[in-house]
């Protein structure tokens, strides 16, 4: 009498399988981001509260705030030219368009 995971095609194994990994990673993908949001969401909140209590101004917060946000894109663009996704020339040209104080990014904002 043979046993039924026998009489299952090795084929259907394989791709229950890599469904599994796949349905994993995107779990743990996603647990990533809210930890990642949260952990930003936080940080804004005590920038806020500093802000409050007047132990920095309101531009300093600011500043903080823009300079995550471009240290986000650098990481992002990085690893996407990284994993392939995009050329390396087309990843610096969004890094210097995403910066605001770069001067290519500023003269393309004045029309220049």
Known sequence: MPSQLAAIDPSLIFALIAAA???YWILMATIHNCHKTAQRERTTRELAAYVAEGSITADQAEQLISARARSDLREDLSNKAAAGWISAKNARQLMID???KSPQARSQAHGA
């Open 98 to 100: 995403g910066d605001p």
């Open 21 to 23: 990994f796949f349905a």
